[in-house]
């Protein structure tokens, strides 16, 4: 690591719900591996994208960040200081500094109180008053988010998807904070829409300097948002990279096989990259595949990769910082998978 | 097939449906018309409220006939849909025409096995016995994919995956071949990796038994994949309309421009910012005047006399190509090559 300590610095971060059974007495019969040792660091102003399928923990990864779970084991610093067991009051500082932006923008503002007053409710709660008072700074933030601050006693109810999720763009923004946590602020948004909001995160992010952790399924999104993108799969980070080395020169077989799995709206005979067809579905994480995880639908699996797990390293070929966990890692020049589907894709 | 091969298999003229509400008069669909073959794909692009959903609720006739006032016609093969009594409307669901839905967990009921929901639709419409159906549904499972399908024909939905739940929607909507499949936005749900399975699977069944897909998405890359034509949908009309190749290379809607260019994509120049569409979708209980699209649209101001505010552009469609717009020929071709090439720089 260099010198300069990371803003936040997740290492062997694991979480594991316990699964209760049984008759009479209810015991613990198992545990869903939701997240299973995770190393990362997100920089002071720097955006990291963490992708992947429902399942994989990418959600769980943002709830633990922010300390809304209790980790199982691993280590979580925010700014050099151990947060990973801070109890409440040890916490409190950190919490006005990491912000959460949900993915509900229905769901996750309280229908009965205005606008201002959600907007102020951070402020309420740390007991901050910034100079000119508090509906000022709300007015400033509607402002900064692209609302007008006329509408500051208006309810949730009044304002569309879109409009909403500014509302909590703006929640999030009012104490200043240096790390926000997104999980998958546009996905519930129309196609229009998504557009104007990871417009303004964008704006947000390089014009307030705050770090992002940007969770979302859609490659796409994230590209474009990240500076630095992890891609889970079943709980464990498989590939972690600057943007332009993960989407231009993917090693791990599961990244590849996710960036090609992309619906693209060309009409190209000839497509950008070769569709690899994954088949199967995520095994369970309650009971998760031997060694490495993704063996069960790769095509390169071999005995090894049922025994031994394959760390996170710089394998040959990768730039610094960009990891890759594979035995087989994939090279720009590897002949692609073979097809799994039957049929050739029919000519447009 | 029959030698009605080259006439439309459906044919949508003119439909308007209208709920009434507390608030006022809802216009879901406002005028719309399309006709699909036997054997293609149409795929059905518009965000939420365009009216997309609701168009093909009522192809199945499943509306409210109570607060819903549907004007038009729908023929499916020769025979009017719109005003049919419930019996006939009984005997082509599941059987002639049948849609996937986009939430598989909340569309199968919990209580009954996986095959005995598959195997119900079978039983209804040829009466056959019940081990019959049961053979049938191990067979469409098979057919959809699903491994060891005899065992797990007598699973219950929380039993299977959320890939699997939507193969097994599949296999109940196509367990008795029918001609006419409405999918509406079947994949949104699924992750990239099993959404490009299950379009294979759609694509590989109706190369099989040339069944006409209505395909409901609100995603251009998924319309690239699967619709042989595509129609845009806004505000409860039809925008554009005509072949994959010709909306996506050459589109002639500037709605049409705004989907296209607020998507980002896996080449999209990433230090270029997304250019959306201003504003959000209208209400339809109190839709703009004229072209609908109007007030989010950047190019109104350019057709003179405030035309688009005022008159409702007309849909003339030539060879199954259209668009509903006030801008010129001349216009359009400047404006959207200047868009087109502000993007890729």
Redesign the interface.
């Known amino acids: 690591m260099s010198s300069t300590t990371p803003l936040l610095d997740v290492s062997g971060l694991t979480k594991h719900f316990p699964i209760k059974g049984g008759f009479p007495i209810r015991r613990t019969v198992g545990h869903v591996q939701a997240v299973d040792g995770l190393d990362f660091q997100v920089g002071e102003g720097e955006s990291l994208g963490l992708v992947g399928e429902s399942g994989c923990g990418k959600s769980t990864t943002g709830r633990l960040i922010t300390r809304l779970l209790e980790p199982t084991a691993g280590k979580i610093s925010y700014q050099g200081k151990d947060i990973t067991h801070a109890n409440r009051k040890q916490l409190a500082p950190v919490r006005s500094e990491i912000q959460m932006i949900f993915q509900d923008p229905y769901a996750s503002l309280n229908p009965r109180h205005t606008v201002g007053k959600i907007i102020a409710g951070p402020m309420e709660i740390n007991d901050i008053n910034p100079a000119g008072g508090r509906e000022k700074r709300v007015r400033e933030l509607l402002e900064i988010v692209g609302l007008n601050p006329e509408h500051y006693n208006r309810f949730p109810h009044e304002f569309s998807g879109g409009q909403r999720q500014r509302i909590g763009v703006a929640r999030a923004l009012a104490l200043e904070p240096k790390l926000i946590v997104a999980d998958e602020p546009v996905s519930a948004l129309d196609v229009s829409i998504q557009a104007q909001v990871v417009n303004l995160l964008q704006k947000v992010q390089q014009e307030l300097g705050i770090a992002f952790v940007f969770i979302a399924h859609d490659l796409a999104v994230v590209r474009h948002f990240s500076q630095r993108v992890a891609v889970m799969y079943l709980g464990k980070i498989v590939e972690i990279a600057d943007r332009d080395d993960l989407y231009g020169n993917p090693r791990h077989p599961y990244t590849r096989a996710l960036l090609s799995a992309v619906p693209e709206a060309t009409v190209d005979e000839t497509p950008a990259r070769e569709r690899i067809r994954l088949q199967g579905d995520v095994p369970s994480p309650i009971n998760p595949p031997s060694g490495c995880r993704f063996r069960t639908r790769c095509w390169k699996a071999t005995e090894k990769c049922a025994t031994e797990a394959p760390p996170l390293v710089q394998v040959e070929g990768n730039k610094p910082g960009h990891l890759t966990a594979c035995h087989y890692p994939e090279t720009a020049d590897t002949v692609p998978a073979p097809r799994l589907s039957k049929d050739p894709e029919p000519a447009v | 097939m029959t030698s009605t091969d080259q006439q439309p298999f459906l044919s949508i003229k003119d439909l308007k449906v209208h709920f009434s509400t507390e608030d006022g008069t809802v216009k879901a669909v406002d005028g719309l018309s399309f006709d699909l073959v036997r054997g293609k794909t149409l795929g059905i692009v518009g965000?939420?409220g365009s009216g997309k959903s609701v168009t093909n609720l009522t192809i199945l006739g499943l509306h409210n006939p109570d607060s819903t006032k549907v004007e038009g016609s729908i023929t499916l093969d020769g025979e009017e849909l719109n005003g049919a009594s419930e019996k006939t409307l009984e005997k082509l669901r599941g059987n002639k025409m049948s849609m996937i839905f986009q939430d598989a967990l909340t569309s199968l009921s919990p209580y009954h096995t996986i095959g005995k929901q598959i195997g119900e639709t079978y039983r209804k419409h040829t009466g056959c016995s019940k081990k019959a159906a049961r053979d049938r549904a191990i067979e469409m499972l098979r057919r959809v994919g699903i491994p060891q399908p005899e065992v797990r024909v007598d699973d219950y939905p929380h039993q299977f995956?959320?890939?699997?739940r939507q193969r097994a929607m599949i296999a109940m909507a196509l367990v008795c071949d029918p001609e006419l499949l409405i999918a509406d936005e079947p994949t949104t749900a699924l992750?990239?990796?099993?959404?490009?399975?299950i379009?294979?699977l759609l694509?590989?069944l109706q190369?099989e038994f040339g069944t006409a897909i209505i395909f409901i998405t609100?995603?251009?890359?998924?319309?690239?994949?699967i619709a042989d034509d595509v129609l845009v949908m806004y505000g409860g009309r039809c925008v554009e309309r005509g072949s994959?190749?010709e909306v996506?290379?050459d589109p002639q809607h500037p709605y049409t421009w705004?989907?296209?260019s607020?998507?980002?994509?896996?080449?999209?120049p990433?230090d270029v910012?997304?250019?959306?569409?201003?504003g959000?979708?209208p209400s339809l209980l109190n839709p703009p005047s004229g072209c609908r699209f109007h007030p989010r649209c950047a190019f109104a101001e350019k057709v003179e006399g405030g035309l688009c505010s005022s008159e409702r552009p007309l849909l003339e469609i030539v060879d199954g190509r259209g668009s509903a717009c006030h801008l010129t020929a001349e216009q359009r071709g400047e404006y959207f090559s200047d868009l087109a090439g502000s993007a890729a720089n």
């Open positions: 965000e939420s995956s959320g890939g699997m992750d990239v990796t099993v959404q490009a399975q379009m294979d694509k590989d190369k609100h995603d251009l890359g998924v319309i690239a994949d994959k190749k996506l290379r705004g989907l296209l607020s998507m980002p994509s896996l080449d999209h990433v910012p997304l250019n959306p569409i201003p959000s979708p």
